[in-house]
């Protein structure tokens, strides 16, 4: 039995297997130019790989891509295997050779033998040996950006079907084109959009009357503003590149209150500590100075950091006043303190003898000048006391401390005054059982809950009871079990408060009544003395140890309740 393709089938088989190798080599030759000039990085690169493969798969001596130029010539941007000077050619539109390809729709071709007159063919190509050439516009995005030349050195070299071939590499060449001019405007765009935020970013650095300096997390000093560099008294250049790890920035003043640690900004930079109002001190132009310096690391991640922002502002002159200030009030209070010590104790002599003689109008009167004295020295105390802690010259010494017998004792003091006085108040303590102790400066608590009962007191003239409390802070509590901060701020901590039925406090004066020398109505109306301190040295103290304080309304709308929290060591938080 003869093979089906045996006798007049033969030819056909023959026809239909040179096709089908033919269309082998179609395809072949589309995937490998899509995939070089796929891999291209650049129009350059893409336009001369294009080529090269071009070339190369229709077997073609060499080849050229023109481009627009600016001046409306074109030029020769990519070139393979082409005659000497090839990439130095610039022609213009009308060229008859490149006048064909931009005028045709697809592929076109032309051929001139090497004893012809050049028409279509250069000379330095026919030198070359070319006697044909195919071209093709590539277009991206709508427009010519390009026309492909190849060339032959035989005679009508290139087939319908290698132009055609050639049409859909010039088709696929151009889509590339189009994405890589999108990229490219698409970077442009961000380019732009990014040096828009970095002059803004200039500007608001620009703008920042404090120094400003930027660094990486190696703490080398990256970028610094116009007012660093005044601050600072050094050119740009020589600031740039500085460490911010070396002693010269990491030096604490010798009078700095607090806990004396060097490296306020080494903290910042290799652990990611934030260091806020850490004075340190600079040798800037030969004179020393006090730089005030906050630092905040930049995040990456919770535990990596990109570098750190630090703020520098010069803090020596006004570090200068308070320290004349600190001397002014040492001497205010000797000299005004010495004499009143004396009035006092010259007033109890005085009643002492004067008791002996029963002169009871005398004795009120003896009894008045101890008092104004004792006052006198207590409102000279509240104004040296509330200036240093306003400017932190005075330290937090904290101990461990149980603060119900710190709070009782305070309450028995208050109690044994009380007998000697002439309005009667019953002062009432609460305490909850099993309080943890805590970390606090025993010296300032007691002055805080001092100021706070002798205010109930003073401010409760018809009398009446004065509740004192000490407990847990049932808000803290209730939202905290694991230690942690919760959603409303509280942080577990222990509660104290001081209730009266005195006058009471307008919801209007209650925002100001921490105020330094504020004094409520109330207190005017009922010719109550004072330089309005008290309260403003215990929100000092109790913010000084991390605390909160507040005022409310009594039970029932009578008297007022003034409160202050203060937070409970780690180890005791979940006890």
């Known amino acids: 039995?003869?093979?089906?393709?045996?006798?007049?089938?033969?030819?056909?088989?023959?026809?239909?297997?040179?096709?089908?190798?033919?269309?082998?080599?179609?395809?072949?030759?589309?995937?490998?130019?899509?995939?070089?000039?796929?891999?291209?990085?650049?129009?350059?690169?893409?336009?001369?790989?294009?080529?090269?493969?071009?070339?190369?798969?229709?077997?073609?001596?060499?080849?050229?891509?023109?481009?627009?130029?600016?001046?409306?010539?074109?030029?020769?941007?990519?070139?393979?295997?082409?005659p000497p000077g090839a990439f130095t050619m610039m022609v213009n539109a009308s060229e008859p050779t490149l006048r064909l390809a931009l005028e045709s729709d697809g592929p076109v071709t032309r051929s001139e033998r090497l004893d012809e007159p050049s028409r279509f063919v250069s000379p330095a190509y026919k030198d070359f040996g070319v006697q044909c050439w195919a071209g093709v516009p590539i277009t991206a995005l709508g427009t010519v950006a390009g026309v492909l030349f190849i060339a032959s050195r035989e005679y009508n070299a290139f087939s319908r079907a290698q132009l055609e071939l050639l049409r859909v590499i010039a088709q696929l060449t151009g889509l590339a084109l189009s994405n890589t001019m999108v990229h490219k405007m698409a970077l442009a765009r961000v380019d732009t959009q990014l040096q828009r935020r970095v002059a803004e970013l200039e500007a608001i650095l620009a703008s920042i009357s404090d120094g400003l300096v930027i660094c990486d997390n190696q703490g080398t000093v990256a970028r610094v503003n116009e007012a660093a560099i005044r601050l600072l008294a050094l050119p740009k250049a020589k600031i740039i590149g500085q460490s911010m790890l070396s002693d010269r920035w990491n030096r604490r003043p010798p009078d700095?209150?607090?806990?004396?640690?060097?490296?306020?900004?080494?903290?910042?930079?290799?652990?990611?500590?934030?260091?806020?109002?850490?004075?340190?001190?600079?040798?800037?132009?030969?004179?020393?100075?006090?730089?005030?310096?906050?630092?905040?690391?930049?995040?990456?991640?919770?535990?990596?950091?990109?570098?750190?922002?630090?703020?520098?502002?010069?803090?020596?002159?006004?570090?200068?006043?308070?320290?004349?200030?600190?001397?002014?009030?040492?001497?205010?209070?000797?000299?005004?303190?010495?004499?009143?010590?004396?009035?006092?104790?010259?007033?109890?002599?005085?009643?002492?003898?004067?008791?002996?003689?029963?002169?009871?109008?005398?004795i009120e009167y003896a009894d008045l000048i101890k008092e104004q004295a004792t006052r006198m020295s207590s409102m000279v105390g509240d104004l040296v006391e509330s200036s240093r802690l306003?400017?932190?010259?005075?330290?937090?010494?904290?101990?461990?401390?149980?603060?119900?017998?710190?709070?009782?004792?305070?309450?028995?003091?208050?109690?044994?005054?009380?007998?000697?006085?002439?309005?009667?108040?019953?002062?009432?303590?609460?305490?909850?059982?099993?309080?943890?102790?805590?970390?606090?400066?025993?010296?300032?608590?007691?002055?805080?809950?001092?100021?706070?009962?002798?205010?109930?007191i003073r401010y409760s003239p018809d009398g009446g009871r004065i509740r004192v409390a000490v407990k847990r802070d049932a808000q803290s509590a209730q939202h905290n079990r694991g230690g942690s901060?919760?959603?409303?701020?509280?942080?577990?901590?222990?509660?104290?408060?001081?209730?009266?039925?005195?006058?009471?406090?307008?919801?209007?004066?209650?925002?100001?009544?921490?105020?330094?020398?504020?004094?409520?109505?109330?207190?005017?109306?009922?010719?109550?003395?004072?330089l309005g301190l008290g309260l403003y040295i215990c929100k000092i103290a109790v913010e000084a140890h991390d605390g909160k304080i507040g005022v409310t309304e009594g039970p029932k709308g009578v008297g007022t309740t003034f409160w202050f929290t203060l937070p409970l060591p780690p180890t005791s938080r979940t006890s």
């Open 256 to 362: 700095a209150i607090g806990e004396s640690v060097d490296g306020p900004l080494r903290k910042t930079i290799l652990q990611g500590e934030e260091c806020v109002n850490c004075p340190i001190e600079v040798e800037i132009a030969g004179r020393p100075r006090i730089l005030n310096v906050s630092a905040s690391p930049i995040r990456e991640s919770a535990e990596q950091y990109a570098g750190t922002v630090i703020v520098l502002r010069d803090i020596t002159e006004e570090r200068n006043t308070e320290m004349l200030k600190e001397e002014f009030l040492s001497i205010l209070s000797h000299e005004l303190r010495a004499p009143l010590t004396v009035i006092s104790g010259y007033a109890q002599i005085l009643r002492r003898k004067l008791s002996k003689r029963e002169l009871d109008n005398e």
């Open 485 to 530: 901060k919760t959603a409303t701020g509280h942080s577990p901590s222990l509660l104290v408060l001081v209730t009266d039925q005195g006058v009471g406090i307008p919801p209007d004066e209650r925002a100001h009544i921490f105020d330094r020398a504020f004094r409520g109505k109330r207190a005017q109306a009922i010719s109550m003395q004072g």
């Open 390 to 456: 306003e400017s932190g010259m005075q330290t937090i010494e904290k101990e461990e401390t149980n603060l119900g017998e710190l709070v009782e004792g305070v309450v028995k003091r208050m109690r044994a005054e009380q007998r000697h006085s002439a309005t009667k108040h019953e002062l009432q303590l609460s305490i909850e059982v099993g309080l943890p102790e805590i970390q606090v400066d025993k010296r300032r608590i007691d002055q805080v809950l001092t100021n706070l009962i002798s205010n109930a």
């Open 1 to 82: 039995m003869a093979a089906f393709w045996d006798g007049p089938h033969e030819e056909g088989w023959q026809s239909l297997s040179a096709r089908l190798e033919e269309q082998t080599k179609y395809f072949w030759a589309i995937n490998s130019v899509s995939n070089a000039i796929g891999s291209a990085l650049t129009t350059d690169e893409l336009l001369s790989v294009a080529l090269e493969r071009t070339v190369e798969v229709l077997a073609a001596v060499s080849g050229t891509v023109y481009v627009p130029a600016a001046d409306g010539s074109w030029q020769v941007t990519a070139a393979h295997n082409a």
